[in-house]
Nanobody, 123 residues
Framework: QVQLVESGGGLVQPGGSLRLSCAASGSIISINAMGWYRQAPGKQRELVAN???????IYADSVKGRFTISRDNAKNTVYLQMNSLKPEDTAVYYC?????????????????WGQGTQVTVSS
């Protein structure tokens, strides 16, 4: 069992900044990647940024140069610093973790999702 708890969403004016956090807990042996997705009303969920362990980070073209993803591996936490926010960034943001777990005598690897946090960019 893995839990992802997000925080940091809210209402911000265009041009403003927000920082999202997501902490993973549970029977985690390793985290292979952590990232952020978002879903705006009437649209499909899309990748915002992903941080695979030991590899380069990935950003959606729409957020490059404005958003920065980072991880604190000691805390199993991922952050998303969002600057120069635009109204089109308005969405529910979801944390995602690709985790390896060991419970009892069973190894497993799967994607875990947070509950989502609302980000609204509006004047």
């Amino acid at each position: 069992q893995v839990q992802l708890v997000e925080s940091g969403g809210g209402l911000v004016q265009p041009g403003g900044s927000l920082r999202l956090s997501c902490a993973a807990s549970g029977s985690i042996i390793s985290i292979n990647a952590m990232g952020w997705y978002r879903q705006a009303p009437g649209k499909q969920r899309e990748l915002v940024a992903n941080s695979p362990s030991g590899r380069s980070t990935i950003y959606a073209d729409s957020v490059k140069g404005r958003f920065t993803i980072s991880r604190d591996n000691a805390k199993n936490t991922v952050y998303l610093q969002m600057n120069s926010l635009k109204p089109e960034d308005t969405a529910v943001y979801y944390c995602n973790a690709d985790v390896t777990t060991y419970t009892g005598s069973t190894w497993d690897r799967f994607d875990s999702w947070g509950q989502g946090t609302q980000v609204t960019v509006s004047s």
